[in-house]
């Protein structure tokens, strides 16, 4: 019963921050990466921003210099900042973790939160 729930989403204006949040609970044994993905109607989910279990990232060319993933790994959070957003940053947003399970048999397995709407307005 593993699941990710975000929160930090919300309506702002260009130029403007903010934070997303999103924490992992249920009968974890580990987590491997995590990461942010985007999507629209127009389009397929892409990737934001994934950070390791020891803390490398990687962005999308889009939001480098913009966006920073950090995670706490004793809360099982990752985080989201997002700074000098655009209206073109407009999507429901992913949070994203493989994570080991004893139930699974140690067996890693891709996780997806419920998504949190982020509206950029010009």
């Known amino acids: 019963q593993v699941q990710l729930v975000e929160s930090g989403g919300g309506l702002v204006q260009a130029g403007g921050s903010l934070r997303l949040s999103c924490a992992a609970s249920g009968s974890i044994f580990s987590i491997n990466a995590m990461g942010w993905y985007r999507q629209t109607p127009a389009k397929q989910r892409e990737l934001v921003a994934t950070?390791?279990?020891?803390?490398?990232?990687n962005y999308a060319d889009s939001v480098k210099g913009r966006f920073t993933i950090t995670r706490d790994n004793t809360k099982n959070t990752v985080y989201l900042q997002m700074n000098s957003l655009k209206p073109e940053d407009t999507a429901v947003y992913y949070c994203?973790?493989?994570?080991?399970?004893?139930?699974?048999?140690?067996?890693?397995?891709?996780?997806w939160g419920q998504g949190t709407q982020v509206t950029v307005s010009s």
């Open positions: 950070i390791t279990s020891v803390g490398n990232t």
């Open positions: 994203n973790a493989e994570i080991v399970t004893v139930v699974a048999r140690y067996v890693p397995y891709n996780y």
